[in-house]
């Protein structure tokens, strides 16, 4: 799975949207790219995931830019309860259960 | 859909005793589960990979004898941290999936003493 490079902390007003970037400048053509966010002291949260188009789901908009080299997770309107640890994830998906493999992440801090 | 249950949510145990987490898949049936450990303020860590029916694989550097598991049905996995050390204090988390994504138990604290 390709590495991926995050900013080891980033802050956030409350109800501002809240830029995650993600660098995964080797990543493979059949590569997805995972966010999961990390609330201390519980399991990992699936947010999106996306391979080449923009998405977007009822928790956050995931824009993968045209090289695929980088992607951003957007948070709308971030609020206190957004405060975690996102992880950004590069993995083949093979349609069978494949671990995921998570880096140091970008501890998120939304600010009131 | 797609919840994994993990239980207990913390546990505190004497050094030398044994402790059994449960994972368990609610609404799915999954072939495979992921057990990662993960120490304060680091990442998340792969221990082993629990196959439904046949032995686990356990990455570089885990004890397979200390850290057993078990997988006996398709919704149910188990670790067991045999003679427990206060090192082995941890965060224990379970996956599962059915089809992508990967989802996440809620994580065992443990404690050992």
């Known amino acids: 799975d390709a590495k991926t490079t995050q900013p080891p902390s980033m802050d956030c007003a409350e109800g501002r949207a809240a830029n995650l970037p993600c660098n995964h400048s080797t990543i493979s053509g059949n590569e997805y790219v995972y966010w999961y966010r990390q609330i201390h002291s519980q399991g990992p949260q699936y947010i999106i995931h996306?391979?080449?188009n923009n998405e977007t789901n009822e928790m956050a908009s995931l824009i993968i830019t045209e090289d695929r080299k980088s992607s951003t997770l957007i948070l709308p309107h971030a609020t206190l309860r957004d405060t975690a640890v996102y992880y950004c994830i590069v993995r083949v998906d093979s349609g069978s259960a494949r671990q995921l493999t998570f880096g140091s992440g970008t501890q998120l801090t939304v600010l009131p | 859909g797609a919840v994994v249950s993990q239980h207990p949510s913390w546990v505190i145990c004497k050094s030398g005793t044994s402790v059994k987490i449960e994972c368990r898949s609610l609404?799915?049936?999954?072939?495979?589960m992921f057990w990662y450990r993960q120490f304060p303020k680091q990442s998340l860590m792969l221990m082993a990979t629990s196959n439904e029916g046949s032995k686990a694989t356990y990455e570089q550097g885990v004890e397979k004898d200390k850290f057993l598991i078990n997988h006996a049905s398709l919704t149910l996995s188990t670790l067991t941290v045999t003679s427990a050390h206060p090192e082995d204090s941890s965060f224990y988390i379970c996956?599962?999936?059915?089809?992508?994504?990967?989802?996440f138990g809620n994580g065992t604290r443990l404690t050992v003493t």
């Open positions: 996306g391979l080449k």
């Open positions: 996956s599962a999936s059915a089809n992508s994504p990967l989802h």
């Open positions: 609404d799915f049936q999954a072939t495979t």
